[in-house]
């Protein structure tokens, strides 16, 4: 009873926040390592998952009403979130999903929510061509959109029509593909705060729908032979120099399997990094800055990380 009475009390937990005119709230320290497929990362100081446009519209209305950063997260695929966490607002687009076909002019409209993959599947049952090479991106559209998501050859900017952006002041534009300067594995998307609601796509219709659904198998298990899809990893983590690929170099240093913590080179591939149990996002980030220190001194170049990495990290 004495300790009781004398011990201090726990700190309270902020509260959520109802948004005007929704059933929705805005949550606070919500943790993100579930969020990611790397499955590590802090606290978001405030997080938001909108479903519909009215839940967007109230979200970046409050969020007008602050003076706080704002991240944009998708499936969490291609980002690496330190361990303390990001301040201000997070606002995932899991939720914002639909998908629409045009048979007459052979275009997908979806969602930037939508998993890029099942949008390519969905393309192949069809018969029509263009997505084929996407179907082992673990990514959503709106992320494929702001990246350049590619593979096989092909990318994003190759059947992209338009994208429709919504910036924090509430405006919205329909930006065309020519519009978001598209080159290898970016666009002028990558670090603005305006995000991707939805996204069309051209497609090339008339195939036999099996000849189609044959290709995208052929690229999944093609994918699945080359590259680790056991273990939590964020994909690439490196961008590919000219004229040799970042896992080819890495590889020929000998730092396949090398480790940091919980944190290992992909014995498959080794331009990824898995989360071997417990890993720590500092882990990490170690590891890559390793691999970055190890390739530049041996080839004079600076390998540059293709995953984004978000809020403070130990210096290495």
Known sequence: MFLSLCSSPSPKKPIPIPLAGTDSLIYPQVSLAQLTSYRVGGLAQWYAAPRNWDTLQATFEWFNDQDIPLTLLGAGSNLLISDRGIPGLVISTRYLRHRNFEPE????????????????????????????????????????????????????????????????????????????????????????????????????????????????????????????YDRPSCGSVFRNPSPHAAGWLIEQLGLKGYRIGGAEVSHLHANFILNCGQAQAQDIFRLIHHVQEKVEAHYALLLEPEVKIIGEFETV
């Open 105 to 228: 002019s052979a275009q997908i409209t979806a969602g930037a929510g939508e998993p890029i993959a099942r949008v390519a599947w969905s393309a192949a049952k069809r018969g029509w061509r263009g997505l084929e090479w996407a179907v082992g991106i673990p990514g959503t559209v709106g992320g494929a959109v702001v990246m350049n998501a590619g593979a096989h050859g092909s990318c994003i900017a190759d059947c992209l029509v338009s994208a429709l952006v919504l910036s924090p002041d509430g405006t919205v534009e329909r930006l065309s593909a020519s519009q978001l300067n598209y080159s290898y594995r970016t666009s002028n998307l990558q670090g603005d705060r305006r995000m991707v609601i939805e996204a069309t796509f051209q497609l090339q219709p008339g195939f036999k729908k099996e000849e189609v659904l044959s290709i995208t198998s052929q690229n999944l298990q093609q994918r699945k032979n080359s590259q680790p």
